[in-house]
């Protein structure tokens, strides 16, 4: 049986895979701002890079969006990811162990990032040909996810700060 997964469990994945930042509230809202208008870029890109049947960039543009998602939501905790080997690995990670703590009507898209990420991979790395099936499901699972953190990391960040005595 699957454990359920705990907000304990989201602060020691940041613990263990994120770095803590000095900034106030404002300066990591307007970064989260940044990293959200980034992937709304991405999002756009990957939409035309389909409607051209440039699909090996689409799903890459698709992983960027996910990719900002996880950063955005390290800030909102007062962290970044930490650099080097695994950096979209723990980005993805962290969108799937979010959603399951607070966010779970999007953990059943959330617990397939992973699965993007790594079909990425083979396309990127390994020359696969992403197919219009893949392709529909990856646009599915970030479509899904595009009106949630529109705000959600910037929403979470503020209740993270409102609490008396709470680290972010």
């Known amino acids: 049986m699957r454990q ?24 990591l809202r307007e970064r989260i701002q940044a990293l ?15 409607k051209h049947g440039i699909h090996g960039q689409a799903i890459g543009s698709l992983e960027e969006v996910i990719m900002r998602f996880g950063e955005a939501i390290a800030l909102a905790f007062g962290r970044r990811i930490a ?15 979010y ?14 990032v992973q699965r993007l990420r790594e079909r990425r991979n083979k396309v990127k790395y390994l020359g696969e040909i992403v ?27 503020l209740r993270n700060h409102e609490r008396p005595g709470s680290r972010p």
């Open 131 to 157: 197919g219009p099936t893949d392709l529909a499901v990856f646009s599915k699972v970030v479509d899904d996810f595009i009106p949630a953190f529109r705000t959600e990391p910037i929403d979470r960040l």
């Open 36 to 50: 959200l208008a980034s992937g709304d870029e991405a999002h756009r890109a990957a939409r035309l890079l389909v």
């Open 83 to 97: 650099e080097g080997e695994g950096y979209h690995w723990k980005a993805a990670e962290l969108v799937r162990i």
């Open 4 to 27: 359920r997964i705990t907000e304990a469990d989201l602060r020691r994945f940041l613990d263990d895979r994120c770095v803590p930042l000095d900034a106030d509230v404002l300066e």
């Open 99 to 112: 959603c399951a703590v607070f966010r779970p009507d999007l953990s059943r898209q959330a617990a397939q």
